[in-house]
């Protein structure tokens, strides 16, 4: 687990993809994991409104919903990110937990691709960043 930026080549290539998080002036730091070989890079956000995220403190944290897989390394940025000194120690206490919940999501995940009617899948699948990369998980 680390701490990156996606790179603007990242951006370009997936830039009509709206549910990727993209601010150009303020990127999101994202947090790389590895699930059954994939590499994906979990944003940090605010204001989470929703179960499928680890929440730092308040509405603060990771937000598995917008996770995007990491195809190339240059899709990876070379500048590091900084975050809040108090999130980041909360996230290196949990990296176990973190990791055994992202695994759940991907898990969820796959499994609302395979029951695409069922009305409980249609949202997940609708407004995750993952169905851009789903050939791939």
Not at 22 to 41: H, M
Not at 43 to 65: M, S
Not at 84 to 109: C, S, T
């Amino acid at each position: 687990m680390r701490l990156v930026l996606l790179s603007d080549k990242f951006y370009a290539e997936y830039q009509n993809c709206p549910e990727i998080l993209q601010k150009r002036n303020r990127p999101y730091a994202c947090l790389t994991v590895e699930v059954g070989g994939v590499r994906f890079a979990i944003p940090f956000r605010h204001h989470i409104r929703h179960r499928n995220a680890f929440i730092t403190y308040g509405t603060c944290g990771l937000d598995y919903t917008k996770a995007v897989v990491i195809l190339q390394e240059d899709h990876l940025d070379t500048v590091e990110p900084t975050i809040d000194r108090r999130e980041w120690n909360i996230i290196r206490r949990n990296e176990g937990k973190i990791l055994y919940e992202f695994k759940a999501f991907v898990k969820q995940y796959k499994r609302a691709m395979r029951h695409r009617d069922n009305p409980r899948s249609a949202n997940l699948l609708k407004y995750c960043a993952l169905q851009y990369f789903e050939r791939y998980i």
